[in-house]
């Protein structure tokens, strides 16, 4: 079965400090992905990953940065976190090859910046 | 610009009362069409890809169909433990990056 995880289901920060979004996939996937999530806004893709050490921008990377030294492990971190931050934040992983737009979806993490 | 529409925004089924839910795709070089069940506090749990036009997918009383503009998730004597939100998602040739509708809740009453 397919399994991405990620750190913690409930978050609370304040304004100013750095945050560690953590994601781990056991399936062996090549790509990884960080999203967030708002009513009226959907899904918005953050960062992804296609190898170690790789990482490419989505739609709205800025005030995020991302980090992915394993192969099924990918961090996303908000270096100073703001409250326009507070969010649902997704991560999904797919596999390589044809089926790279496959994505599999963690349960969550539900980020409030006060 | 790739898009994908979803409609309705919301359905409320009775119980047993069959239904479609819509999603209408515009994207240059389809690479997967995804279909996805998101319950309220969750992250979207993954239901079907289609990949070609006439190309059907099934999971208990779900059915998801293909065709070169509109994708269909029929919905056959719903149960109330169906009720969550759909998704739809379109892959295009950009690697990796799927663009999302925004979705239909579905509630199903008993």
């Known amino acids: 079965d397919v399994k991405v995880t990620q750190s913690s289901r409930y978050l609370v920060k304040r304004t100013g400090e750095k945050v560690f979004l953590e994601c781990v996939q056991d399936m062996d996937h090549e790509n990884m992905f960080w999203y967030r999530q708002d009513p009226g806004l959907g899904l918005r893709l953050i960062y992804f990953s296609y190898d170690v050490k790789m990482k490419e921008k989505g739609d709205i990377p800025e005030g995020y940065s991302v980090s992915r030294e394993k192969k099924e492990r990918f961090s996303l971190i908000l270096e100073s976190a703001s409250t326009n931050q507070t969010s649902m934040y997704l991560c999904a992983s797919s596999l390589g090859g044809p089926k790279y737009n496959e994505q599999f979806f963690g349960p969550g993490t539900r980020l409030t910046v006060l | 610009e790739d898009q994908v529409t979803q409609s309705p925004e919301a359905l409320r089924l009775q119980e047993g009362e069959s239904s479609s839910l819509n999603c209408s795709y515009t994207?240059?070089?389809?690479?997967?069409l995804f279909w996805y069940r998101q319950d309220p506090g969750k992250g979207p749990e993954f239901l079907f890809t289609l990949y070609s036009a006439g190309e059907e997918k099934e999971k208990e009383r779900l059915k998801a169909t293909l065709t070169k503009k509109e994708s269909f998730l029929h919905i056959t004597a719903p149960k109330p433990e169906d009720s969550a939100t759909y998704l739809c998602?379109?892959?295009?040739?950009?690697?990796?990056?799927?663009?999302f509708g925004q979705g239909t809740i579905l509630t199903v009453h008993p």
């Open positions: 994207v240059s070089g389809l690479r997967g």
């Open positions: 998602a379109a892959g295009g040739t950009s690697y990796g990056k799927l663009t």
